[in-house]
């Protein structure tokens, strides 16, 4: 847990910054709205690992992805480990998530 703390809170600054959207708060939307909203935090981080690291962006595909969108699999993941971090900001979560198992953005 400490090591998920203190990498959410220097990789994601905004983990202090936006105290009122936590996971606790996500866990309470709807499947579908969490389901937008990790698509589009994963779609962005695509984005960005394209112009910086086209390996990682690979890898956010085939781990998160399964040609026809977000797969069961890696959103359930996704929503229990928020549950399990529920303290932090949603996006930080994902964020060690997607490091975790394609490697650093820098």
Same mark, same amino acid.
């Given at each position: ?17 936006? *105290? ?10 709807? =499947? ?53 971090? *529920? ?12 490091? =975790?198992?394609?490697?650093?953005? =820098?």
């Amino acid at each position: 847990m400490r090591k998920i703390a203190l990498a959410a809170a220097l990789v994601c600054p905004q983990v202090s910054a936006a *105290q009122e959207f936590t996971g606790k708060t996500f866990l309470t939307w709807s =499947n579908a709205d969490q389901r937008g909203y990790i698509s589009a935090q994963l779609v962005m981080a695509s984005t960005i690992a394209s112009r910086i690291k086209p390996d990682m962006n690979a890898c956010i595909a085939g781990a998160f992805f399964d040609g026809t969108g977000m797969s069961d699999a890696a959103f359930d993941q996704v929503v229990q480990t928020i549950g399990e971090y *529920q303290d932090f900001h949603p996006s930080s979560v994902l964020v060690i998530l997607l490091e =975790n198992e394609c490697g650093t953005f =820098n």
